[in-house]
């Protein structure tokens, strides 16, 4: 079976802090990795996904995660948090032809 | 369009009301998924289209959900008798190829917020 775990519904920091978001995951096969990102009032929008190849993703608007077997995690990561970065973001994974299961979901915050 | 739309974007219903939300996936998507996203929540599957293969209904929480895809296109989400607990975001998606591509990007559209009252 698949599951997500996100570690911290809210996070905040300060404008030009890094920003960590954390996601474990579990599965029974290889998955397919993805984070997500919802502005206030607006749809979901992939940020970013593994698949194979490089664990090293790099995504939109200059996130990138990192995909950790030994650690079954897949934490999200930017250098220098924007005010624009403020949102809901979404960890999830799938597993071959299985549904895509998504974490509870963790807010940013940005600090001025 | 180019994107994933819905509509209405907000509905507010009485408890015990039927409601219908619609949405229309990206042109030439075979898949289209439904989602719930309660406050807090994360993101609850409902159900799954892919082409003309019988739907995966395993999300519904009860019999009172149900769903239809016309032509292989625009979907409707029923709730029937709603109920306070069903006050929700009720996202829909779509993607090019179902989950046998593991790694189709499935598009989101806004959602509709569902109040009942």
């Known amino acids: 079976a698949q599951s997500v775990t996100q570690l911290g519904s809210h996070v905040s920091v300060s404008e030009g802090a890094l920003v960590l978001l954390r996601c474990n995951y579990s599965?029974?096969?290889?998955?397919?990795l993805f984070w997500y990102v919802q502005y206030p009032n607006q749809g979901l929008q992939l940020l970013l996904k593994y698949t194979t190849g490089a664990t090293l993703v790099k995504g939109i608007n200059g996130f990138e995660a990192e995909f950790k077997k030994s650690e079954t995690s897949f934490h999200l990561t930017k250098p220098s948090a924007h005010m624009s970065d403020a949102a809901e973001y979404f960890c999830?994974?799938?597993?071959?032809?299985?549904?895509?299961?998504f974490g509870s979901g963790t807010r940013l915050s940005i600090r001025p | 369009g180019a994107g994933v739309s819905q509509s209405p974007s907000n509905k507010v219903t009485e408890k015990g009301k039927d409601v219908e939300l619609r949405c229309d996936p990206i042109s030439g998507h075979t898949a289209l998924y439904w989602y719930r996203q309660s406050l807090g929540q994360g993101l609850e599957f409902l159900i799954y289209?892919?082409?003309?293969?019988?739907?995966?209904k395993s999300g519904l929480p009860s019999d009172r959900f149900s769903a239809e895809r016309t032509g292989g296109s625009v979907s409707t989400l029923t709730i029937q008798r709603t109920q306070q607990e069903d006050s929700a975001v009720y996202l829909c998606a779509s993607s090019f190829g179902g989950l046998a591509g593991g790694d189709n990007e499935q598009f989101f559209g806004p959602g509709t917020r569902l109040t009942v009252l």
């Open positions: 999830a994974v799938r597993s071959s032809a299985s549904k895509i299961i």
């Open positions: 599965s029974s096969v290889p998955p397919y």
């Open positions: 289209f892919q082409g003309n293969s019988a739907p995966d």
